[in-house]
T-cell receptor
Framework: EPEVTQTPSHQVTQMGQEVILRCVPI?????FYWYRQILGQKVEFLVS????????KSEIFDDQFSVERPDGSNFTLKIRSTKLEDSAMYFC?????????????FGDGTRLSIL | GDSVTQMEGPVTLSEEAFLTINCTYT??????LFWYVQYPGEGLQLLLK?????DKGSNKGFEATYRKETTSFHLEKGSVQVSDSAVYFC????????????FGKGTKLSVIP
């Protein structure tokens, strides 16, 4: 069964550094998402992306965050100047074209640790 | 904004026990409802879904019924196994042009032999 893959599985970065989290969505999917889960808290929506642009974003997704689909397969989340509170598990997801209730398929996540 | 409330965990059950994990939502209208499961060290996997009132989602012996009148989507399984040990997340998508999922806090289930 096709799956969403994320790299790296664990990223350790110094505060203030830029970090790029990478995702390869399921190949025929057209909607892409990033979520995060701070340890012990809820999974929170960050952003959705469709047709090469952001379709929706949450309050968390401020100017330090950006997303990009640099080629036909990758979908990236960039955090420009990381803060301690950015430490979390980041999940990428994708879904197919169709009605809005198409299920989202998640990757295994990238654990981001900011020192 | 919309929210999803699940019963607090952790929940510990003996093998073959009956499982219920309660979930309620606040979205108005007719949101789509989902249960996701996260096994240790893995990502979120869709377990089941329901998209309209009175729908029953089912998979791997788990069931949940979309109850509009009580705004609930409780997860049940008649006989749990050790392999069901995981964290279970209830989630909703309100529709109306939005694609984001709103998750509950998750309920950790441990099944002991």
């Amino acid at each position: 069964e096709p799956e969403v893959t994320q790299t790296p599985s664990h990223q350790v970065t110094q505060m203030g550094q830029e970090v790029i989290l990478r995702c390869v969505p399921i190949s025929n999917h057209l909607y892409f998402y990033w979520y995060r889960q701070i340890l012990g808290q809820k999974v929170e929506f960050l952003v959705s992306f469709y047709n090469n642009e952001i379709s929706e974003k949450s309050e968390i997704f401020d100017d330090q965050f950006s997303v990009e689909r640099p080629d036909g397969s990758n979908f990236t989340l960039k955090i420009r100047s990381t803060k301690l509170e950015d430490s979390a598990m980041y999940f990428c997801a994708s879904s197919g074209l169709g009605r809005v209730n198409q299920p989202q398929h998640f990757g295994d996540g990238t654990r981001l640790s900011i020192l | 904004g919309d929210s999803v409330t699940q019963m607090e965990g952790p929940v510990t059950l003996s093998e073959e026990a009956f499982l219920t994990i309660n979930c309620t939502y606040t979205a108005t209208g007719y949101p789509s409802l989902f249960w996701y499961v996260q096994y240790p060290g893995e990502g979120l996997q869709l377990l089941l879904k329901a998209t309209k009132a009175d729908d029953k989602g089912s998979n791997k012996g788990f069931e949940a019924t979309y109850r509009k009148e009580t705004t609930s989507f409780h997860l049940e399984k008649g006989s749990v196994q050790v392999s069901d040990s995981a964290v279970y997340f209830c989630a909703e998508n309100s529709g109306a042009g939005s694609y984001q999922l709103t998750f509950g806090k998750g309920t950790k289930l441990s099944v002991i032999p």
